[in-house]
């Protein structure tokens, strides 16, 4: 049954290997290295291992290979920024705390200055235009 599942898992693999023009040509470039290495080595027999050209060969494979291996790996995930949420909900929480406070202040002000005005307001409605607070004797005579 396990062997049923490795070609499935292998799929997206050998699909991004086929559609990945970079995957391809790391592949290409570790291949063709290779290939001069052991040709070199297999040249020199014994110097082979003091040979300069054949490490420098050998390096750009594995570094090739290094390259295509990373390119085939899925991308990492965005790491998730938890405090950055926490922040937000936060500042939106301080913001509508200053606001409502704000506003009930001013709600509270501006009731007694307009309780204020309206008990002027019902003074001045209750006497007549023209009469002062005098005497009413002596606006009759007047």
């Known amino acids: 049954m396990a ?6 898992a292998a799929v997206p693999y050998l699909r991004r290997m086929l559609e ?3 995957l391809q040509e790391q592949l290409r470039d570790a ?3 290779l290939y001069a290495t052991y040709a070199r080595a297999r040249k020199q027999r014994a110097g082979a291992a003091e040979d300069k050209r054949l490490y420098r060969s050998l390096r750009q494979a594995a570094t090739a290979v290094r390259n295509a291996a990373a ?12 405090f950055r949420k926490l922040a937000v909900v936060g500042l939106a929480g301080g913001a509508t705390v200053w606001l409502t406070m704000k506003l009930q202040k001013n709600q509270s002000q501006g009731t007694s200055d307009l309780g204020a005005q309206d008990s002027d307001a019902a003074e001045t409605s209750a006497t007549p235009r023209g009469v002062t607070d005098q005497d009413p004797a002596a606006a009759h005579t007047a």
């Open 71 to 82: 390119a085939l790996r899925p991308p990492r995930p965005e790491p998730k920024r938890p």
């Open 31 to 33: 291949a063709s290295a």
């Open 20 to 22: 990945d023009e970079y």
């Open 3 to 8: 062997n049923k599942r490795q070609p499935k």
